[in-house]
T-cell receptor, first 115, second 112 residues
């Protein structure tokens, strides 16, 4: 079974530039998550999708971050304009659905450095 | 108060010893609890889940849950150098959907 795929794996940008990360969840998984993990901290949920609808985006800095999952499969997370404090690993994860408490599987992450 | 708290470590144990990792959580309605292992530069990997008070064993790993004390722990028996990683505790409040809240993690170092 293929895991959660993410790209690009690494990105270095200057502050105020934009960046986009792509995620393809495990086949058949309805729930998709984007987490932000700053060095030395645990992952923090940015946004959760159930199919193509947003379940929770309460911790997404909406002035600069946006995310979409138009067809209920792939998702894109965009940051524009980036700030130095956005330097982190962006982890995409998926689970079978949002209600059953099924295991959440993580992708390898997209490492962002803002200089 | 953080929702999920862990001692950041590092916790150093000799090879073959028992490593004990602890986690406390603030919200009494938390229903399920997870331990993820994260190697440096890698993504979190689920190693244990526990839903009921008591112990749950899986190979060298034992998770312990005490909901009255809002405490969950992970014991690693016969620790190996390959167990050296950051261990993340996560809790799930199911009425909010399948959403994990993570602690900052405990760094474990197993010395050979």
């Amino acid at each position: 079974e293929a895991g959660v795929a993410q790209s690009p794996r690494y990105k270095i940008i200057e502050k105020r530039q934009s960046v986009a990360f792509w995620c393809n969840p495990i086949s058949g998984h309805a729930t998709l998550y984007w987490y932000q993990q700053i060095l030395g901290q645990g992952p923090k949920l940015l946004i959760q999708f159930q199919n193509n609808g947003v379940v929770d985006d309460s911790q997404l800095p909406k002035d600069r971050f946006s995310a979409e999952r138009l067809k209920g499969v792939d998702s894109t997370l965009k940051i524009q304009p980036a700030k130095l404090e956005d330097s982190a690993v962006y982890l995409c994860a998926s689970s079978l659905d949002q209600y059953s408490g099924n295991t959440i599987y993580f992708g390898e992450g997209s490492w962002l450095t803002v200089v | 108060q953080k929702e999920v708290e862990q001692n950041s470590g590092p916790l150093s144990v000799p090879e073959g010893a028992i490593a004990s990792l602890n986690c406390t959580y603030s919200d009494r309605v938390s229903q399920s609890f997870f331990w993820y292992r994260q190697y440096s530069g890698k993504s979190p990997e689920l190693i244990m889940s526990i839903y009921s008070n008591g112990d749950k064993e899986d190979g060298r790993f034992t998770a312990q849950l005490n909901k009255a004390s809002q405490y969950v722990s992970l014991l690693i028996r016969d620790s190996q150098p390959s167990d050296s990683a950051t261990y993340l505790c996560a809790v799930n409040r199911r009425e909010y959907g399948n959403k994990l809240v993570f602690g900052a993690g405990t760094i474990l170092r197993v010395k050979s």
